[in-house]
């Protein structure tokens, strides 16, 4: 009960969570006689959607409005089975699900989804005027011909990962919080030479990542870039100019300096393959020292191992300060999804369909996608939806726990950061108003939509240039190669490749899309 008083009082001084207004059942209903509609809804690989969640019973009833499942479990790949939909022709009333949104796109323009501009214009007042405040990221979602062919999932909070240490560690060891790269590379050498974890063996791990891509990251202490969005190995925005990390002199600066890392043992020599699990496993067996992971998640084993890693404090610290002075944090969560759903040019009823989809942006829909059903799972205390102890101390993790009942699934409604704030432990917290006042956030890229004939430049070239970036960065880290000796052909092969042929079509559609 302590973390949900803190989390409440966040929730309040945060300004999340109005006073509950008096809501008429009818004021949502969107037709008079019951709508079914079916559905194709695959995401995360594995999940469909299911007629009897709670989140989407309730929804029915408020709007009249019932979907019918038609999604297959028999993939496990949700973009497969968007493809074979897709191949069959067999289109459903809607489609929806996860990184979603290129696809939309590509085959709006083909015909086979509707223009949504003219129907948010004329029968979605909430979605108007959630993307009228909020131009941006309506222009990110945009495809080339300037017409929205999907309404996404539009998270909210600006943190993500930070970095984290054993501050028990430094401080059995008489060091200071590192505050820029030199004393980080000193920190992690103590780590691995005198022996903070006690059992008299070198068998610390100074950093870890249960994404070896957070390896990469750590670029940025050279003043490189290892990604623009949350995406991994993406593209970045500088003055209105696309630009690509791995291409960088500051790059080959950062790689150099990792792979005398990893040669002295400063970094998991399993970092790119102990995987997901690294981060309980390393820390429950008192082994890691450092990582970049998830506010909520990372701060959690403060608790969940402090009765078997005595004196365990793993707190996250400011991004340290790279050769040029300077602490940026690279990842922050993204202001609008690749996630959402649309209608198909099979729907015989577009204006009931686009009105379903406003309910969700309505505060009434907004909560049952966030929180549930209101006295099921959450009830309002002082104007702010609380989550329900049975559902706070339940056994799943809270996120889990609302994928299981229909909501935080990737449909079109814009999330409420409230929802995870009140399972958002005061370590978290902490480390998240550390980052709030150091404004150490960088701009992010929302990425483009192509043209026909843009597409096919990407398609054709890029695919193949990240595997040979990839295949080269991990090389050089694990000194296999040297990247000193290979950066003149390295750069040979990424132009005869296409690499400046890719560059230009996303500036073009960066320019079409953003500055006009």
């Not at 003043?223 to 995406?231: P, V």
């Not at 690499?499 to 500055?515: K, L, P, T």
């Amino acid at each position: 009960m302590r973390m949900l008083r803190v989390s409440l009082a966040a929730l309040m001084a945060a300004g999340i969570g109005l006073a509950a207004p008096a809501y008429a059942e009818d004021e949502y209903r969107v037709v008079d006689d019951p709508l079914t509609l079916d559905i194709h809804f695959h995401f995360r690989d594995r999940l469909v959607y299911n007629n009897d969640w709670p989140v989407e019973k309730r929804a029915a009833e408020l709007t009249g409005v019932q979907l019918n499942n038609v999604a297959s479990l028999a993939t496990t790949n949700s973009q497969e089975a968007f493809n074979l939909m897709i191949v069959s022709g067999d289109l459903p009333d809607i489609v929806a699900g996860n990184r979603l949104k290129d696809s939309f796109n590509q085959y709006g323009l083909e015909g086979a989804f509707v223009p949504l501009n003219d129907l948010i214009e004329e029968h979605a007042p909430n979605i108007k005027a959630f993307f009228d405040e909020r131009p941006q990221l309506r222009s990110a979602i945009s495809a080339a011909d300037g017409n929205m062919y999907f309404i996404p999932y539009v998270p909210d909070g600006k943190y993500g990962r930070a970095y984290f240490i054993r501050y028990d560690w430094l401080d059995k060891l008489g060091l200071d919080v590192p505050q820029n790269v030199d004393e980080v590379y000193e920190v992690l050498t103590a780590f691995r030479t005198q022996d903070p974890n006690g059992n008299g063996k070198q068998d610390e791990v100074p950093y870890f990542a249960r994404q070896w891509e957070e390896l990469i990251r750590l670029v940025t202490l050279w003043d490189a870039r290892s990604s623009g969005s949350d995406t991994y190995h993406d593209f970045y925005v500088e003055d209105d100019q696309i630009r690509h990390g791995y291409v960088e002199e500051s790059y080959r600066e950062g790689i150099k300096n990792l792979a005398q890392w990893y040669a002295e043992g400063l970094i998991d020599a399993e970092i790119f393959t102990r995987g997901p699990r690294s981060r309980e496993h390393l820390l429950s067996n008192n082994l890691g020292g450092m990582t970049h992971d998830w506010f909520a998640s990372t701060s959690s084993y403060n608790v969940s191992l402090a009765d078997t890693v005595e004196g365990l404090s793993f707190r996250a610290f400011a991004p340290p300060a790279s050769v040029e002075g300077r602490r940026l944090a690279e990842h922050r969560r993204i202001p609008v999804r690749p996630d959402g759903w649309a209608i198909t040019i099979a729907n015989e009823n577009p204006v009931e369909t686009i009105k379903y989809f406003d309910f969700w942006f309505t505060e009434m829909g907004s909560r049952l996608s966030n929180f549930g059903v209101e006295g099921v799972h959450y009830d309002i205390i002082d104007g702010v939806p609380i989550y329900k102890p049975e559902i706070l101390d339940g056994s799943a993790p809270v996120n889990a726990q609302m994928w299981e009942i229909g909501a935080q699934i990737p449909r079109g409604f814009p999330q409420d950061y409230g929802y995870e704030i009140q399972w958002t432990n005061e370590i978290a917290l902490e480390g998240i108003d550390l980052y709030e006042q150091g404004d150490y956030l960088t701009d992010i890229f929302l990425g483009v939509a192509f043209s026909e004939d843009e597409q096919r430049v990407y398609d054709k070239r890029w695919s193949s240039i990240m595997t040979y970036m990839l295949e080269m960065q991990q090389a050089w880290i694990l000194g296999s190669r040297d990247v000193e000796a290979d950066w003149d052909d390295y750069l040979g092969q990424l132009d005869r490749m296409g690499f400046n042929e890719v560059v230009e079509v996303m500036q073009a559609a960066y320019d079409r899309q953003y500055q006009n």
